[in-house]
């Protein structure tokens, strides 16, 4: 009998060591995956004849996630699927299809400036359709197209700039916990708490890229400038709001905006076709396997987010909650 535990015993361990190991194996070539950069691919060589080319911005315009994290908008590789059309001898124009709240102020302008180039290289349209969603660097990159179609029940607008920091040094004293920083000027750690003189100095960045904002607003909109800064106090607009404003074009849905592209370019034959960053096995199992890791490890989140609070990073965002 005690033989029979033992041996028992020594097949639970062998059989704990050998699934810890495919586990480690998995996780490890998990985040090969995704570092070497295989997140799937798009659907464009595989249409033949004229394409109406869909890009997709659904999400926060920024970084596509942590290793542990489910991937949403890809910036650096919807930047590559725009250099790719703009050498396609299929692309006949792009439909920007956006679902986001906006993002990081240089991502959002990259990505802008990408449609930009797109349109005077290649001489072909850009349509913009907003869906649920398309706020502040979401309206932003909307800008860049011939014409821009809202959903009815679409939020727009929020131009404008937020930069969030956190001032955690209440709590920090009530949980016994001090930050010391060894700084070579008074100015180079800011925050928490901030100084008049460090609110004046970030008020003033923030400005800026306001400032650009608005400008691109007035200048693709044929707006005034003064009156695009009446416009852009940071508060969302509905879509009728918006065409009432010149704020967008149109308000129709998806087809709407098809059908649009291809009677004004006469594209009639050409097909609509996707731009999709297809999930990978891996992306599906990493994103279920993060999951059950979060159950354990709320401290890490409540970390995470008040660094992300005290980063400091200029957004053109909505935020949504």
């Not at 361990?13 to 495919?22: E, F, Q, T």
């Not at 607003?217 to 010149?246: C, F, H, P, T, W």
Request: proline residues 2%.
């Amino acid at each position: 009998m005690e033989n029979t535990r033992k041996r028992k015993n020594i097949a639970v361990i062998i059989a704990a060591i050998a699934g810890g190991l495919i586990l480690f194996a998995i996780i490890w070539g998990v985040i090969a995956w995704r570092l070497i950069g295989g997140a799937g691919g798009s659907s464009l060589r595989n249409i033949a004849g004229d394409t109406i080319d869909v890009v997709y911005v659904e999400g926060v315009i920024g970084d596509s996630g942590s290793l542990f994290s489910e991937p949403t908008y890809n910036h650096s590789w919807t930047l590559d699927q725009i250099d790719e059309l703009m050498y396609s001898s299929s692309n006949q124009a792009i439909l920007l299809y956006v679902n986001s709240p906006g993002g990081g102020v240089y991502e959002s302008d990259e990505l802008y400036l990408k449609l930009k180039e797109y349109k005077e290289v290649t001489g072909r349209p850009v349509y913009a359709y907003m869906a649920q969603t398309a706020a502040s660097g979401g309206y932003y990159i909307c800008m860049a197209a011939d014409k821009v179609y809202a959903n009815r029940m679409t939020l727009t607008g929020s131009i404008g700039v937020i930069m969030s920091a956190m001032d955690t040094t209440e709590l920090e004293k009530k949980i016994g916990v001090k930050t010391e920083n060894i700084v070579s000027g008074r100015n180079k750690a800011m925050g928490n708490p901030l100084t008049d003189e460090q609110r004046q100095i970030l008020q003033a960045m923030v400005d800026e890229t306001y400032n650009i904002f608005v400008e691109i607003v007035s200048e693709n909109r044929n707006i005034d400038l003064n009156k695009a800064k009446e416009l852009a106090d940071g508060r969302i607009y509905s879509a009728m709001q918006a065409k009432a404003l010149n704020l967008i074009d149109e308000i129709g849905d998806f087809n709407k905006v098809v059908d649009d592209l291809r009677e004004v370019y006469d594209l009639h034959d050409a097909a609509v076709n996707d731009i999709v960053n297809e999930k990978t096995f891996f992306d599906s199992l990493f994103s279920s396997t993060s999951k059950k890791f979060a159950l354990f490890n709320e401290f890490a989140v409540v970390k995470e987010y008040l660094d992300d609070k005290n980063h400091g990073k200029l957004m053109y965002y909505y935020p949504l909650q």
